[in-house]
């Protein structure tokens, strides 16, 4: 019987059953529509992110950006599923051994919070 890699664990402790991965604080960035709907072909940057991903190595940083530009490209929560996250983050092949960790990282550092709500953070804004 095959041993399940230590980051399988850890994926399945932090994400559990949920469906989704929000991104903390994507929505206070971002051009959006009254109806809450993306309109740019863009996402907006922010200065200060810098000081805030301080303790985040490079990739991790990339991760994060990918899945922002991701976030942004689909107008919903980036989906907690591995396969989906290699493929919509075109990780170079020497990266994605490496990728679910730095998954976990983000989520255990609250860059991702895992949740079963696929636009929770636009709807949060509606109501806003």
Same mark, same amino acid.
């Given at each position: 019987? %095959? ?8 994926? *399945?402790?932090?994400? #559990?059953?949920?469906?989704? &991965? ?8 971002? %051009?959006? /529509? /009254?109806?809450?709907?993306?309109? !740019? @072909? ?14 985040? *190595? #490079?990739?991790? $940083? ?11 490209? +689909? #107008? +919903? ?6 396969? !989906?996250? &290699? +493929? !919509?983050?075109?990780?170079?092949? *020497?990266? $994605?051994?490496?990728?679910?960790? %730095?998954?976990? *990282? ?8 895992? +949740?079963? @709500? $696929?636009? $929770? ?8």
């Amino acid at each position: 019987m %095959a041993k399940i890699p230590k980051w399988r664990e850890e994926w *399945t402790r932090l994400v #559990g059953d949920h469906q989704f &991965l929000e991104i903390k604080n994507f929505h206070k960035y971002q %051009a959006l /529509t /009254t109806n809450g709907i993306p309109v !740019a @072909q863009w996402i907006k940057d922010f200065v200060e992110k810098d000081f805030e991903e301080t303790d985040l *190595t #490079g990739l991790q $940083r990339w991760l994060l950006d990918s899945l922002r530009r991701w976030r942004g490209r +689909s #107008g +919903s929560n980036v989906h907690a599923n591995l396969t !989906a996250i &290699l +493929s !919509a983050t075109c990780a170079h092949l *020497t990266d $994605r051994p490496h990728i679910p960790h %730095a998954v976990c *990282t983000l989520i255990t550092r609250g860059f991702l919070i895992p +949740s079963n @709500q $696929r636009d $929770r953070i636009l709807k949060k804004i509606k109501e806003d």
